[in-house]
């Protein structure tokens, strides 16, 4: 997936998880607890619509 994603002009960074703007990501399935951990941080910073 790394040569894919230079190809296609991306960047690709080796960590548990990477937060770009409104997109949220993770390597692999053993990732996430890091990403769950992570959606919940930008949720809770995120104000309540009624």
Do not use: Y
Not at 20 to 41: G, K, Q, T, V, W
């Amino acid at each position: 997936m790394k040569d894919d994603i230079a190809n296609a002009g991306g960047h690709w960074v080796d960590q548990e998880v990477v937060v770009d703007r409104n997109m949220i990501s993770s390597r692999s399935p053993e990732d996430l607890p890091a990403f769950c951990r992570e959606l919940i941080e930008i949720m809770a910073r995120q104000p309540v619509q009624a």
